[in-house]
């Protein structure tokens, strides 16, 4: 009896070799950077051109009585700045000031956020309403919160007096620490709903059926919130954070109206701006606006180095 020889089966196809994908992704990457060259290029000679020149002014001594008249200081203004007084006071008054509109900011933004995200009838009207106050102009709000709070004609002085409520006798432009929460409230005021903005878009991208879970497995409001909404929100949340901290140590329209940088408000580009326009001194305010600019860098280099990896992870988690 013959026998059958059968014959192997062929080998499956294998996948596609991880050289090739990669070669693909770097051929993608180049083309990228071609394409976005011109840009990148322009914006890094606008951005470069500016700080620049700060520089070299920051390294000179310019004489404003007589014309021409200049000589190269180096680092001594620099010097100046950080052994002076008036530098570090305004540190800590921005640091102070973005410290409490920041928190406060981030806190109600997730409030707003939340009630935004509810299904009710006319919240489209709601949302137009709530982002209005981002729309006004910075100098436009400080003037109308400086109204407010004009001793015995001010909205809020006189309901403080009306009420017998603390504060209704008090200048509050006038004193330390009741200034710095005037400018406080009128950035709350004024950005809150952009920290609420990119929250609720953070909350729009969380599935239903997450929280449908939740409910199955007994899980309550604070639970869910606590659990669930906030772990979710948190790249949101980073977000909103490394805008506005930027913005809040870059501040210089809401203390210059409010109370021209007086009764421990002054930050730190007023006092590069006082130095710069006002007392003339080229040299000492451009060292001033670069200090100011290098402290804003690093702050911005530490929350990209935190902050970012934070929201590296989540999206890993999410994965």
């Given at each position: ?163 017998g409520l603390p504060g ?7 004193e330390h620490g009741y ?141």
């Amino acid at each position: 009896m013959a026998t059958k020889t059968i014959a192997p089966s062929a080998p499956p196809s294998a996948p596609p070799s991880a050289p090739r994908t990669n070669a693909r992704d770097r051929a993608e990457r180049r083309l990228a950077f071609r394409m976005t060259a011109p840009s990148l290029i322009l914006m890094a000679l606008v951005a470069a051109v500016p700080i620049g020149y700060a520089i070299w002014l920051s390294l000179n001594q310019y004489s404003v009585r007589t014309a021409g008249l200049s000589r190269f200081v180096g680092l001594d203004n620099y010097i100046a700045a950080l052994t002076s007084q008036e530098w570090w006071a305004a540190f800590g008054q921005t640091f102070t000031f973005a410290a409490f509109s920041v928190t406060l900011e981030l806190i109600l933004g997730t409030a707003m956020a939340l009630l935004l995200n509810l299904a009710f009838k006319g919240r489209a009207v709601l949302r137009t309403v709530v982002l209005l106050p981002y729309a006004i102009i910075t100098v436009v709000s400080a003037i109308t919160w400086q109204t407010m709070f004009q001793p015995n004609l001010g909205l809020v002085t006189n309901v403080l007096s009306t009420l017998g409520l603390p504060g209704g006798d008090v200048v509050w432009l006038g004193e330390h620490g009741y200034a710095m929460a005037v400018i406080v409230m009128a950035d709350v005021w004024k950005t809150t709903p952009f920290a609420a903005l990119i929250i609720l878009a953070g909350l729009q991208v969380i599935s239903a059926e997450t929280y449908e879970a939740a409910e199955l497995d007994g899980a309550s409001k604070w639970q869910t919130f606590l659990h669930i909404t906030l772990p979710l929100l948190r790249p949101a949340i980073v977000l909103a954070a490394i805008f506005r901290t930027m913005d809040a140590l870059r501040v210089f329209d809401l203390p210059f109206v409010l109370t021209r940088g007086a009764n421990g408000t002054e930050s730190m580009s007023m006092l590069a701006y006082t130095q710069l326009r006002e007392n003339r001194l080229v040299g000492e305010g451009s060292a001033l606006s670069i200090l100011t600019f290098l402290t804003v860098m690093v702050v911005s280099v530490i929350y990209i180095r935190f902050g970012g990896g934070n929201i590296r992870d989540v999206a890993k988690e999410e994965q």
